[in-house]
């Protein structure tokens, strides 16, 4: 039996098993904060471009080197909610020293002109693209 590890060393493409010791999927993303060490739980994928379900950190028994162990039954797994990508935000800070007014023009002006991904207001599950991409990562480590 291997020794428990931290949350810290869980990598995606982990295996995944319920309470019976069933394999239920791998681990496509940790959800936490390193530096604050506030782990929030894990998106687990059923198959290979499978939509990803959510285990919240309380739902975690043991964790050891490979291998997250739930204490969920495999059927309580299946009806666990899907994971869905936190809203993006976006924070808008003066460049120069300026009055607020001119530099907030400015600042919204180079965000309009630069703005790479779209500011969502809403969580989202993730698409075919996004969980193709978890794919590749858990699979090349």
Do not use: C, H
Request: charged share 25%; net charge negative; glycine share 8%.
């Amino acid at each position: 039996m291997a020794d428990p590890t931290s949350w810290l060393t869980i990598r995606p493409g982990w295996k995944v098993v319920a309470s019976d010791g069933s394999e239920v999927g791998e681990v496509s993303l940790v959800t936490g904060d390193e530096n604050q060490d506030i782990f929030n739980g894990l998106a687990v994928s059923p198959s290979a471009l499978g939509k990803p379900r959510y285990v919240a950190a309380e739902q975690i028994a043991e964790i050891t080197d490979g291998v997250v162990s739930l204490s969920l039954s495999p059927t309580a797994v299946e009806s666990l909610p899907e994971y869905l990508e936190p809203a993006t935000s976006a924070v808008i800070e003066p460049d120069d020293k300026a009055g607020f007014g001119e530099s907030v023009k400015a600042t919204a002006r180079e965000v309009e002109g630069e703005l790479v991904a779209p500011v969502e207001a809403r969580e989202r599950p993730p698409g075919l693209l996004r969980r193709i991409r978890l794919y590749l990562r858990r699979k090349t480590g």
